[in-house]
């Protein structure tokens, strides 16, 4: 067993009691159900064909006797110890016809009557002959008659044991698909919860899509391996054990020809993993990339539909398409082969071994009909397992990749959930020869240093990738700096637990992202700590409440997916509000003004100037007619500080923010920010919005 299966395996262990009694069940089942075939055998040869076994003539007062010719007779072992038994009889078949032959000791072999004489033809040619009387049909009733009531008692006995081993099977099936929907719950659990551990860099590095793949794609596949799997390999495993044990005890012979069924068994399963092991990879990994592929054509649609690209998007989803189609035929053909079609043909081999050994008394004379009905009977309740587990092959070679990949991603290190409270800190951050790269020595910054005061404004302006997010996703820990140092109220920042370190800081992105709910609970994010008056307070205070109120259920208006119903200003007072109401002592503020309408921009700056009162504020600077007022101007080029101050000693100085600020006043007019979006290496993340 592998780690996969290790861990697969301790899973299980969870619900380890219900799996157990389902188990115990199951051996119930199947002990009741191998009974079956016994009874089954004791009909045939005692009830059926015992009719040809020695009668004796005896008295009237005896039971279960028969009456003919004026006589009465009872079969040998239906004798009693008070009987008197008198001279032999027997009842003998030949072809349709039943005939009464007055004597014991019967020659085997091929039989045939003339006239009143039997000629019985053994396998080496000799000849016997006997004096018989043929029977009519109701002296054949006659002779059947004392053997009825136990048919039908063991009919009812057979009846019943079929009802108890369907209540056994019922019982274990419900347990073990219970307990299966159990473990894979607490697995699908366990993996989103990691999830959410996990540090932005994965999810830079991982699209969404294949994500959401292994948490629900890959999670239910396991589901099937404990529910159909499993199920199938341990009932297997059990009837093939015990049918092997009643066989040896039915006939040690017959049991031989059974026993290599084992060990080809096993050299199919080798066999058949070798190759499905490779097709079920590329099979998992293709619904990843498409499922990857749908989720960002999806967010990314009206890109899509502008530039005309639905044709260049469909072929390249066409492919991954038929890559995966290519596998799934492959997995196909492979099932073919060593389906249920190929078990088939290994039982019909052994029944024409056992018939042809039977056919020529190879066998012996303890091989009776009901002995070869007991054989045939408990072949086909062992192929049946067998079939299972051969068309359950796949299922499972699946869902053990499906399980490595789930595993794998809750491998990735992850960040304990911090759930003690931290005081709110005052806010005052010292950058110290920060440098820092996303890959190797590509240093986005380069020996940073600065000092934000409680309750100063720092503003960051600078061109594309010139390292202005990269210090914000440093701050909230998004990434761990590899040189220098960044504090809080003198604390370095990775003395502090990440989470408890962002339970004092706030955001509101460029673009908000609002969640599906309402738009008090986008405020609030379900906080209990957040109650409905500072809900309404900070919508109150940003100067948004009364807009809100205008709609239909007011700030309980529904909120799809995104907010993509709400106009982009609505969206940019709902983070404000959001931000206002966690009460952060540090705010970013990633340029909310730079995608707003003019009309909605006056309202905006408003709610700006009440978000940052007694708050340290860093702020993305795209519009630099927005941050005249900032204590603290950072102009950042190549991932160095090249000029720093307030806006009117950065004027007076004539250099690099002078030249921006002239071309946006002069130039751009109303187009404010051209080229000035997230850096290369890594735009500010929205994964931890408040």
Known sequence: MGTTGKR????????????????????????????????????????????????YAVDEASAKKVEYNGKFYKREHHLAASDAKGAP?????????????????????TRSVEGGTMTVVSKEGATATYAVTKLSKEDVYGFYKPEIPGLLALAGIYVGLLVLAAGFTYGQRMLLQTSANKIVQRLREDVFAHSQRLSVQYFDNLPA??????????????????????????SGAIYMAAILGALFLLNPTLALIAVPLVPILFVWIAIYRKFAERYNRVIRAKISDINAMINESINGMPIIQAFRRQKATMEEFDGHNK???????????????????LTNVLRNIIFIIVIWLFWGDHLG????????????????????????????????????????????????????????????????????DVTFAYKGSDYVLKNISFEAKQGQTVALVG???????????????????????????????????KQLLRQHMGIVLQDPFLFTGTIASNVSLDNPAIGREKVVKALKDVGAYDMFQSLPHGIDEPVIEKGSTLSAGQRQLISFARALAYDPAILILDEATASIDTETEAIIQ????????????????????????????????????????????????????????QLQQGGAGGAGGTGETGEAGGTFSPAVSV
Request: zero cysteines; charged letters at 20%.
């Open 365 to 432: 004379s303890a091989i009776t009909v009901g002995v070869l009905y007991a054989f045939v009977d408990y072949m086909n309740r062992m192929f049946q397992p067998i079939v299972g587990i051969v068309n359950q092959l796949s299922n499972l070679e699946t869902a053990r990749i499906s399980a490595e990949r789930v595993f794998e991603l809750m491998d990735e290190p992850g960040i304990d959930v911090a759930t003690e409270k931290l005081d709110r800190y005052k806010g005052e951050v010292v950058f110290r």
């Open 209 to 234: 899509g294949k994500i959401v793949s292994r948490i629900t794609n890959d999670t239910e596949t396991i589901r099937e391996l404990y529910v159909a799997v499993l199920a199938n390999f341990f």
């Open 463 to 497: 061109h594309t990738g010139s390292g202005k997010s990269s210090i914000l996703n440093l701050l909230f820990r998004f990434y761990d700096i590899e040189k220098g140092s960044i504090s809080v109220d003198g604390t370095d920042i990775r003395e502090t637990p």
């Open 89 to 109: 009889a027997r009842v003998l078949q030949a072809g349709a016809g039943f005939y009464w032959y007055e004597g014991d000791a019967v020659a085997t072999g």
């Open 606 to 661: 408003a709610a700006l100037d009440v978000l940052k009162k007694g708050r340290t504020t860093f702020v993305i600077a795209h519009r630099l007619s927005t941050i005249r007022q900032a204590d603290q101007i950072l102009v950042l080029d190549h991932g160095e500080i090249v000029e720093r101050g307030n806006h009117d000693e950065l004027m007076a100085v004539q250099g690099k923010y002078y030249g921006m600020y």
């Open 323 to 341: 890559e995966f189609y290519v596998y799934q035929n492959k997995m196909l053909s492979l099932n073919s082969i060593t389906s249920h079609n």
């Open 8 to 55: 697969l395996f301790q899973y299980a262990m969870l619900y380890k009691k219900q799996i157990v009694l389902a188990l115990v069940l199951l051996l119930l089942a199947v002990s009741v159900e191998l009974i079956g075939p016994v009874i089954a055998k004791r009909m045939i040869d005692q009830n059926i064909l015992g009719i040809e076994k020695t009668w």
